[in-house]
T-cell receptor, first 116, second 111 residues
Framework: DAGVTQTPRHEVAEKGQTIILKCEPVSGHNDLFWYRQTKIQGLELLSYFRSKSLMEDGGAFKDRFKAEMLNSSFSTLKIQPTEPKDSAVYLC??????????????FGPGTRLTVL | DAKTTQPDSMESTEGETVHLPCSHATISGNEYIYWYRQVPLQGPEYVTHGLQQNTTNSMAFLAIASDRKSSTLILTHVSLRDAAVYHCILRATGGNNKLTFGQGTVLSVIP
């Protein structure tokens, strides 16, 4: 089975631009997560979808971050407008059923975003 | 979220067994202990998890203290591929669904 796929692997944007990151979860997985990872803050949850429904929107990230899941096999994360502080690695993860106690999340390779 | 404490770094030699400790003194009864590892330029990789009993799989052995206030991830016959940052994480069942990673332990493996 293919793992979680993320594109692009690297993105460079100017301040104020709109960027869209893409994610394809593992086939058959019902749960999809978007995270942001930095050395200082560690891993921060941006969005969580269960069966395409938004379950958690990451609170502090609601303002300029918007994740969508149009179908069960594809999700996007839009950042609009970008700011230099958004420079980080953005990770997508999926799980067959995260509600089960013994579930695990499978992570993609991440998109490294640099905002100038 | 309950917090975990791990050493910043550890070193091992290929073929040896390494014990990675994790302290979680304020763990709640409904919290599972998860271990993930991450190498540069890749996303985190699931290693193992447990609640009370020791667990084992193809990647590692997880030893959980009887009071659950600490755990140890044991890697046998480590190879260069095991060099990574190892994260010990607590996850409660029910409501809070997110994984919270700290800085983890950087494991270096010497040939």
């Amino acid at each position: 089975d293919a793992g979680v796929t993320q594109t692009p692997r690297h993105e460079v944007a100017e301040k104020g631009q709109t960027i869209i990151l893409k994610c394809e979860p593992v086939s058959g997985h019902n749960d999809l997560f978007w995270y942001r990872q930095t050395k200082i803050q560690g891993l921060e949850l941006l969005s969580y979808f269960r069966s395409k429904s938004l379950m958690e929107d990451g609170g502090a990230f609601k303002d300029r971050f918007k994740a969508e899941m149009l179908n069960s096999s594809f999700s996007t994360l839009k950042i609009q407008p970008t700011e230099p502080k958004d420079s980080a690695v953005y990770l997508c993860a999926s799980s067959r059923d995260w509600g089960i106690n013994y579930a695990e999340q499978f992570f993609g390779p991440g998109t490294r975003l640099t905002v100038l | 979220d309950a917090k975990t404490t791990q050493p910043d770094s550890m070193e091992s030699t290929e073929g040896e067994t390494v014990h990675l400790p994790c302290s979680h003194a304020t763990i709640s009864g409904n919290e599972y202990i998860y271990w993930y590892r991450q190498v540069p330029l890749q996303g985190p990789e699931y290693v193992t998890h447990g609640l009370q009993q020791n667990t084992t799989n193809s990647m590692a052995f997880l030893a959980i203290a009887s009071d659950r206030k600490s755990s140890t991830l044991i890697l046998t016959h480590v190879s260069l591929r095991d060099a990574a940052v190892y994260h010990c994480i607590l996850r409660a069942t029910g409501g809070n669904n997110k994984l919270t990673f700290g800085q983890g332990t950087v494991l270096s493996v010497i040939p």
